[in-house]
């Protein structure tokens, strides 16, 4: 018996080595510095090597990342897959070393954000930080992005808009002409017809205020356009290279016959224009469009060379949308505008205020899913109430560059900063400043291109 025993046993045992093996070769070896990693979403993701299975590509997944700790930050290398289902677990190459992870969990909805640029470092729309490494990037009005440049990025987000990974980023300006109309105690002044409006969040990029705007004189305006023939001011160049005319708004008042229709009290003749991003048969009132001119206009009508669709705002079911805007056509808590999107708030998480502040002229921030042609909000947050103002935050992430000692100013991401005032500093002192050193700078305000630091981070 013990003869037929052992065999039988041996046998076994070797069965049970056989699969536990195969066991651990299917599940990538736990995802260490080999060459397998990772889950994607939807599916198994099969990763360079890499600690946590970086650069993970998904079968079935929805730009997923590799499982584990990426060595610049938090989470592993970016991932690509196919639209699936599933859920990814940290995911950017983070190679600003800010240790933020921009992947964050479950990255998997279809999304667009507009809005303006509220940091660099990836970029950062309405609150929310995008990974930027694998995105496209077309900038018209300007050599590169900059803080409160109007923007749209495209990309996926996770469900409680914490985090993003755009595919593409878009931003141009929304006026340029002569400024006119200057209302100091308004905080306006006009361009072409246009009012344009400022607050606290406003990004000077060459001036200190609206002071330093001369009627006249020719400026270039990043905004939210809001009620019709109105801008929000997010960014202002009181001496910008270009000086072709440009103004953005919503159609009114659109005469398909004579090929007219205007913008705020402007006049625009059509009639020989190139349409980008649209064609002629999709103009209609309460479009939102950029026109383009080559000279300024004449007697109150400017005759277009371009008509351009602005940031177009998805309305299919199911895709994530950030707005930021003014609010208009106000009703209730459950019916309003922003940047003529249909909005309901009446369960969202509302921050930054008393939602009974709500109302047109408000500044909003709204993150939400669309759902009927309506955006059904799932957080908004309050940026300004006229009259009371409201709160202002840029962020930069990245390195220390062009650091200079003595004024306590230096540069993140081509973006100056003043450290020289009353500065939290966390991680470290204002004698770790110095070039190459990684830092988030945060600030509640740019005046003459410079960010006025509030808060120094050192990051590893």
């Not at 003869?3 to 049970?16: A, Q, S």
């Not at 699936?84 to 479950?106: L, M």
């Not at 229709?261 to 009132?285: E, H, R, V, W």
């Not at 009508?301 to 994530?320: C, K, M, N």
């Amino acid at each position: 018996m013990n003869n037929i025993k052992t065999p039988w046993r041996r046998f076994m045992l070797g069965l049970l080595s056989a699969g536990f093996i195969a066991l651990l070769l299917s599940c990538g070896g736990g995802g260490g510095s080999g060459s397998s990693g990772g889950l994607a979403a939807g599916g198994l993701g099969a990763g360079s090597a890499g600690t946590g299975g970086a650069a993970v590509t998904g079968t079935g997944g929805d730009a997923a990342a590799g499982t584990g700790t990426g060595s610049d930050g938090t989470g592993g290398g970016s991932g690509t897959g196919s639209t699936g289902g599933g859920t990814s677990t940290a995911g950017n190459s983070n190679t600003d070393g800010s240790g933020v992870g921009s992947g964050g969990t479950g990255v998997t909805a279809d999304a667009a954000g507009i809005g303006s640029a509220d940091g660099l470092g990836s970029i950062i729309l309405n609150g929310l930080r995008y990974d930027t490494d694998s995105a496209t990037f077309s900038i018209e009005d300007a050599s590169e992005l900059q803080i409160g440049m109007s923007a749209r990025v495209a990309g996926k987000v996770d469900g409680n808009f914490t985090s993003g990974i755009a595919t593409q980023v878009q931003s141009a300006a929304e006026l340029r002409g002569e400024a006119s109309g200057i209302d100091t105690s308004a905080g306006s002044f006009v361009v072409m017809g246009t009012v344009v409006s400022i607050d606290s969040a406003t990004v000077w990029g060459d001036a200190d205020g609206l002071a330093d705007v001369r009627a006249g004189g020719i400026v270039q305006v990043w905004g939210l356009p809001s009620a019709p023939g109105a801008l929000r001011a997010t960014r202002i160049q009181v001496a910008p290279t270009l000086t072709a005319p440009l103004v953005t708004g919503t159609v009114q008042n659109l005469d398909t016959l004579h090929k007219t229709f205007t913008l705020g009290q402007l006049t625009i003749d059509y009639a020989t224009a190139a349409f980008q991003g649209m064609n002629a048969s999709s103009l209609s009132n309460g479009a939102i469009v950029r026109v383009r001119g080559t000279a300024a206009p004449a007697a109150g009508v400017l005759i277009a060379t371009t008509i351009q669709g602005w940031y177009a705002i998805p309305v299919s079911d199911g895709i994530a949308v950030q707005l930021a805007g003014v609010i208009t056509d106000f009703v209730s808590r459950g019916s309003f505008k922003v940047l003529g999107t249909p909005v309901d708030a009446t369960n969202g998480q509302i921050t930054g205020g008393p939602a009974n502040s709500l109302g047109n002229g408000v500044k909003v921030e709204v993150d939400g899913f669309m759902s009927g042609g309506v955006l059904v909000v799932k957080k908004l947050r309050i940026r300004n109430v006229p009259g009371t103002g409201g709160p202002a935050s840029f962020t930069l992430i990245g390195a220390i560059g062009g650091y200079d000692p003595v004024s306590v100013s230096f540069r993140v991401r081509g973006q100056p900063v003043d450290a020289s005032g009353t500065v939290d500093f966390v991680n470290g002192t204002v004698s770790d400043l110095a070039n190459g050193r990684r830092v988030t700078v945060v600030g509640d305000r740019v005046v003459d291109g410079v960010l006025i630091a509030q808060r120094v981070t050192f990051t590893p």
